[in-house]
């Protein structure tokens, strides 16, 4: 090993597996796998002894798991970037370990090329997506974050899509019809609209409520 290599560890709990990985790596003389672990813990007991530029960690690990194990590496201040690499892509997963402190987050069909150029740019302290990961990331971001309606407020907009004005609304809802107009501001401010209309639309949209006409 050289004074100018990545320093690594490898943690799978399938041998198989954790035997490919360093394998793999073999071939790439600017890294060094300097340990391998079959679970969590000893992954953490690794970089405590080794203090490695990069630790590869699967997810899923007895003993103890990769976000677990990511988050005592990452609070045992070594330096040590987290690179997970799993078959798992769930929303749940992708976000654990990133909260978590993980720096990156691979597939396991990920080809050696970008496995080697992940473990550089982890060891920089780049964030390192999987493609796939990425797309699911971005898509969640997209998504417009969730409204919560109060039942009354509810009652309220679903009397709005019914076409009823405020003084029916109020009659519906056995309420005055200023306190329906407080209650069309504070949806209106929740929906992000201005109007009824509009409320109605963004509504339905969201899936908050049904289409007129179709049920609820």
């Known amino acids: 090993m050289t004074t100018d290599q990545l320093r690594i560890i490898v943690a799978d709990d399938h041998p198989a597996m954790r035997a490919g990985i360093v394998a ?4 790439e003389p600017a890294i060094a796998v ?12 690794l970089v405590a002894g080794t203090s490695p530029d990069v630790a590869l960690l699967d997810l899923r690990m007895p003993v103890l798991d990769g976000v677990a194990a990511t988050e005592r590496i990452v609070a045992g201040g070594t330096g040590t970037r987290v690179l997970i690499l799993t078959t798992y892509d769930t929303d749940a997963d992708i976000e654990h370990a990133v909260e978590a402190g993980a720096v ?24 390192v997506l999987a493609p796939r990961v990425a797309q699911r990331l ?14 009354r407020e509810m009652d309220v907009l679903n009397a709005v899509a019914d076409g009823l004005s405020n003084p029916d609304i109020g009659r519906r809802l ?12 504070r949806i209106f401010a929740k929906l992000d609209v201005s109007d009824r209309t509009h409320a ?7 899936g908050l409520i049904k289409r007129p006409g179709s049920g609820r």
Not at 138 to 151: E, N, W
Not at 200 to 206: D, F, N, Q, S
């Open 34 to 45: 300097v340990g391998e672990a079959a679970n969590g813990q000893e992954a953490v007991e």
């Open 104 to 127: 990156g987050y691979l597939l396991k069909d990920t080809t050696r090329d970008q496995l080697v150029d992940a473990i550089r740019a982890a060891a920089r302290g780049e964030t």
């Open 24 to 27: 793999l790596l073999a071939a």
């Open 200 to 206: 109605v639309v963004v509504a339905i949209e969201r």
């Open 138 to 151: 971005v898509a969640r971001m997209r998504q417009p974050a969730p409204v919560a309606l109060t039942a």
């Open 174 to 185: 056995f309420i005055g019809e200023a306190t329906v107009k407080t209650h069309l501001l």
